[in-house]
């Protein structure tokens, strides 16, 4: 699936419940006629009122990512529209609503909300579910697109970057008749805003508050990773402050949930957003702190942090088959972070991973539209193994790691803070000094290669990464 810390010694207040009479909308309204709706929790039962700006045959909601398990569309199952007349369903990438007799959506309508928890391909999750009752809902779920027909919603494209379609993000008012909301950090009595880009929490939260990050974490998750996520990340974090400077957003709030030890799985899902951190663990397989859980969300601390700078607010691909550029930048840059604070971790191994994953991935298919096939983990492992050859390219040439790149990328792209593709394989040629290593990452994007190993073999024999290949296993040294 967009993807911000000022020192890490300065301490971070975030505000707690005050009493009911003292609490104070927040407000912050569209300057254009845009949909509104409002999200009400009463016990629990959720609602969503929608009151739309003009009349459309169909309204297509813009995050309609699928369920990473499954590869299935989320709302349809989940919520339930209970105006008459009016379906929610699937029209090609797109959740829609429409009415059956084909007219114009009813300006007012109403959907009741089931939240639950569900990973979603590329995309922030619509909630984060709390193992004493609170729920956080993503702001953004309800932005929609109006539409003039089915075929418009059918024919609308995966990558909406660049392109231009018709109205503007949907205002949001979050009520609870429990009590007050948490919204940016600050607990009110209701919140209203368009395009929050955060998670919206419903129901009390367990706050901690350490150095450089606040934390709301799920009472029920173990206590080891409770402990590592509160000593662990201002470490990571500072880290990446010494290397690449203050990221623009602030300090950052993390929102951890956890959904339960489920039997054979070792799940860990999240994602960046301003100013704040989602996280959710899940299974057995972490319930105690073995090495392998301890690196794997040492690891996952590192990615998510990166993107503080790589990725979300930091620098951001200009269209969504150039995830790879973030995903995989942060990758490397979360396995060279802990290798500085960790010596015992393995890093070689992390890298090989990636490796195995490239190549298995990039068979005979472009890493460019490994999103449309739901192969999404491409972007990460490729963009991992190409940012390794760039950062061997660069050690080649002075002696400087991928930080050093990464900060170069900072300075050249401050205006707009969007780091293309052109502008990354550019990069490539001058330190390598070469075109061959960007027109073999072209190729792998655009075309795609019958033998990733031969082919990422030859991209590290231009640019310096040690490695060896027996009968056609491609081994780091």
Request: hydrophobic share 45%; glycine share 10%; net charge negative.
């Amino acid at each position: 699936m967009n993807r911000l810390l000022p020192l890490l010694i300065a301490a971070v207040l975030l505000a707690v419940a005050t009493p009911a009479a003292a609490l104070q909308p927040v407000t912050r309204v569209a300057e254009v006629a845009v949909p509104r709706i409002t999200v009400t929790r009463d016990g629990d039962r959720w609602t969503a009122d929608f009151i739309l700006d003009r009349d459309a045959a169909v309204w297509a909601f813009r995050h309609s990512a699928l369920l990473r398990v499954g590869g299935q569309p989320w709302r349809p199952d989940w919520w339930a529209v209970e105006t008459p007349g009016v379906v929610l369903d699937r029209q090609g990438r797109y959740d829609v609503l429409r009415r059956i007799d084909g007219g114009p959506v009813p300006r007012r309508l109403r959907v009741v909300l089931h939240p639950r928890q569900g990973d979603l391909q590329a995309d922030y999750d619509p909630a984060l579910m709390f193992s004493d009752g609170t729920v956080a809902l993503f702001s953004d779920q309800f932005d929609l697109i109006p539409l003039e027909s089915l075929d418009a919603a059918r024919s609308l494209p995966m990558d909406l970057n660049g392109l231009e379609v018709e109205g503007s993000p949907s205002s949001v008012t979050w009520r609870d008749t429990g009590g007050p909301v948490l919204f940016n950090g600050e607990r009110v009595e209701e919140a209203t805003a368009a395009d929050a880009n955060t998670y919206v929490l419903f129901g009390e939260a367990r706050i901690r508050q350490g150095e450089g990050v606040t934390t709301v974490i799920d009472p029920g998750l173990p206590s080891w990773l409770g402990a590592e996520l509160g000593g662990f990340t201002p470490r990571v974090m500072k880290f990446y402050v010494d290397r690449l400077g203050p990221s623009r957003a602030g300090a950052p709030t993390l929102m951890v949930s956890w959904a339960g030890p489920t039997a054979g799985l070792s799940s860990m899902g999240g994602s960046v957003l301003p100013d704040l951190i989602s996280m959710t663990f899940e299974g057995e397989g972490v319930l105690d702190p073995d090495k392998a859980a301890l690196d794997r969300a040492h690891w996952f601390i590192g990615h998510e942090s990166a993107h503080f700078w790589m990725g979300s607010n930091g620098l951001k691909y200009q269209f969504a088959r150039d995830a790879w550029i973030t995903e995989g930048g942060a990758d490397l840059m979360a396995i060279r972070a802990i290798s500085a604070i960790d010596p015992t971790y393995d890093a070689r191994s992390e890298l090989q991973r990636e490796v195995d994953d490239c190549v298995e991935l990039a068979r005979n298919q472009p890493v460019s539209t490994a999103g449309e096939r739901g192969d999404n983990r491409a972007y990460y492992a490729c963009g991992a193994v190409w940012a390794l050859a760039l950062e061997s390219a660069q050690m080649r040439r002075d002696g400087g790691d991928f930080f050093a790149v990464v900060a170069r990328f900072q300075t050249d792209n401050a205006a707009d803070q969007t780091l293309s593709r052109s502008e990354w394989l550019a990069e490539l040629t001058r330190v390598a000094g070469d075109g061959a290593p960007a027109g073999t990452i072209a190729r792998m994007l655009d075309v795609g290669v019958s033998d990733p190993a031969l082919a990422l073999a030859g991209l590290f024999d231009q640019t310096g990464v040690a490695y060896r290949l027996d009968e056609g296993h491609l081994t780091l040294q």
